[in-house]
């Protein structure tokens, strides 16, 4: 892989962002037209680091807390069998939606810090993590 097709993720080795850019593809923090994640699904695919809309920004903000690729993606697809109505601080009901395009969910590092070590210390499985860190921010974080 060339230096150019990884220079929209400065300080990411070509391999993480090409990583980061799968787990953000799959779980964006933006919406987006699905023309766009077609684009950027056939860049990702010829192994280009695709940088969508605030893709490195999240990548960064989530790697200052511990988060990999693979435990963002882990992250997301857990909160999938979790009920968004059961918790105010989901981030299904932070959605964000735009017409004609496929809804983000932004991450929010504040929220999502102690996650990790739930997970990869505590021994956790990544839904009771989830669930756990839900509840916490349903009885700290009023708003």
Not at 30 to 46: G, V
Not at 95 to 103: F, G, H, K, Q
Request: a negative charge; glycine letters at 4%; proline letters at 9%.
């Amino acid at each position: 892989m060339s230096l150019d097709a990884n220079e929209n993720w400065p300080g990411f080795s070509p391999e993480e962002s090409l990583q980061w850019a799968r787990a953000l593809l799959r779980h964006s923090p933006q919406a987006l037209p699905p023309s766009y994640k077609a684009l950027a699904h056939a860049d990702i695919s010829r192994g280009v680091p695709h940088a969508g809309p605030d893709w490195m920004r999240t990548a960064e903000a989530a790697r200052t807390i511990d988060f990999t690729p693979v435990l963002y993606h882990s992250l997301f697809k857990s909160l999938e069998s979790i009920d968004s109505d059961s918790f105010r601080w989901h981030p299904k009901n932070r959605e964000i939606t735009n017409r004609a395009c496929v809804p983000g969910i932004p991450f929010e590092t504040e929220l999502w810090k102690e996650w990790p070590q739930l997970v990869l210390k505590d021994d956790f499985s990544p839904g009771t993590a989830a669930e756990l860190v839900l509840t916490f921010a349903d009885v700290n974080y009023r708003s």
